[in-house]
């Protein structure tokens, strides 16, 4: 076995909250990449509240950024392990999609990193989700440990 928890750091990039609204946009916040060579984006969702459906749905765009105050949607050459188009990694339009967990790899250059959650259509009632994101690949030894989660 291999030691992950001394190699790998956890950051809560969204807290668990329940998206409601009508066509609405959440910014998970944004992830300080220094020191590290990649990261691993995780998205769980609950038991959604309202029908999901082309027009009532949730998208998921990946985004980065050099300064942590103007974002870009990330390409296809800048991440792993999914596809993506105009920054959207995943979109839930059905209910048999959630619960569920999702995940992204990102080897792009950028310093900082955040998920865009678009709602469209009225949620009204709203489904579970929460954002985290994985730094990895340290470019110093000691660079993460399981003692430091931000």
């Given amino acids: 076995m291999k030691d992950l928890g001394n190699n790998l750091v956890a950051v809560q990039s969204l807290a668990p909250v329940v998206a409601s609204g009508n066509g609405t946009t959440t910014n998970s916040t944004g992830v300080d990449l220094q020191f590290f060579e990649g990261a691993f984006v995780t998205v769980s969702s609950g038991v959604e509240g309202d029908t999901l459906s082309g027009s ?3 998208d998921f765009k990946l985004q980065h950024s050099d300064d942590d105050s103007t974002y870009t949607d990330c390409t ?3 991440v792993t392990d999914v596809a993506i188009s105009s920054g959207i990694f995943l979109t839930l339009d059905d209910n048999a999609e959630t619960p ?3 995940g992204i790899g990102y080897i792009g250059g950028k310093r900082y990193l955040r998920v865009s959650v ?3 259509g009225n949620h009204s009632t709203g489904t579970p989700i929460s954002i985290t994101i994985i730094k990895g690949a340290a470019r110093h030894a000691g660079g993460a440990s399981t003692y430091s989660l931000a």
């Fill in 56 to 58: 009532l749905k949730y």
């Fill in 76 to 78: 296809q050459s800048e």
């Fill in 100 to 102: 569920q967990v999702t």
């Fill in 118 to 120: 678009v709602r469209t």
